[in-house]
Nanobody
Framework: QLVESGGGSVQAGGSLRLTCAAS????????MGWFRQTPGKEREGVAV????????VYADSVKARFTISQENAKNTWSLQMNNLQPEDTAMYYC???????????????????????WGQGTQVTVS
């Protein structure tokens, strides 16, 4: 089970921090991250991190503004979002794929995969 927290409303230029708490995902061969979706558009990858270390991948649209991190408990990861802009408004989903190599996480982590597990989503609104 993946449970997101931390969404909300903020003015442009503001910050929010999303956190995903995972239960039953105690694996190091795990690619975890965040995706987002707006009505009428496909779900897109925002950032991913590999539980075993060595992989951080960001969508071009969020580079230098968003930071993904793994908390001390490996089943928790966060997305720090700074300098938020109206175009960042979306439903944000926590995501995880298990049994994944670091190479696969790096090359395919931002793609929606049939094997991806999803959280229920948390709304981020930037005005």
């Amino acid at each position: 089970q993946l449970v997101e927290s931390g969404g909300g409303s903020v003015q442009a230029g503001g910050s929010l921090r999303l956190t995903c708490a995972a239960s039953g995902y105690d694996y190091t061969d795990k690619c975890m991250g965040w995706f987002r979706q707006t009505p009428g558009k496909e779900r897109e990858g925002v950032a991913v991190i590999y539980a075993g270390g060595g992989v951080l991948v960001y969508a071009d649209s969020v580079k230098a503004r968003f930071t993904i991190s793994q908390e001390n408990a490996k089943n928790t990861w966060s997305l720090q979002m700074n300098n938020l802009q109206p175009e960042d408004t979306a439903m944000y989903y926590c995501a995880a794929r298990i049994g994944v190599s670091a190479s696969d996480c790096h090359s395919g982590g931002l793609k929606v995969q049939s094997s991806t597990h999803w959280g229920q989503g948390t709304q981020v609104t930037v005005s």
